[in-house]
């Protein structure tokens, strides 16, 4: 039976659809968090880093929560778990995701750390 190619098919369409529109930042949140770290030179400056830091900490997880959703749920189709890497493709990602998150909140705690040391 060939059922299982349009269903695959559907699935990668959606799953480009979720991850393609997925940013951590646009190129003016870069760019301005670029620009809070060359002038920072305050305890506030260095807390609003940090507070950036934390809100993008907390994007990433919710992706990586997305996509374990993702692999937990192609995990239930048998033909998709024979047949494809769905599973494997969205714990990879996931994955990606939660070392994002971590790196994230160790950029906040540096800075909550130079703002406490510059009081």
């Known amino acids: 039976m060939k059922l299982w190619k349009p269903i695959v098919m559907g699935a990668v369409f959606v799953a480009l659809g979720m991850f393609g529109d997925a940013q951590l930042g646009s190129a003016q949140d870069a760019k301005s ?5 060359a002038g920072a030179k305050t ?3 260095h807390e609003a880093i940090a507070t950036y830091y934390e809100k993008e900490a907390q994007a990433a997880h919710k992706k990586h929560a997305e996509h374990q959703e993702m692999s937990d749920s192609y995990a239930t189709i048998p033909v998709l ?7 494997a493709h969205c714990k990879i ?6 070392d994002i998150a971590k790196e994230y909140e160790d950029l906040a705690t540096l800075h ?6 510059n009081k």
Do not use: G
């Open 33 to 37: 968090i670029e620009q809070m770290i």
């Open 43 to 45: 305890p506030a400056d």
């Open 81 to 87: 778990r024979i047949k494809t890497d769905t599973v």
């Open 93 to 98: 990602i996931a994955k990606k995701y939660e």
């Open 112 to 117: 909550k750390e130079m703002a406490k040391s």
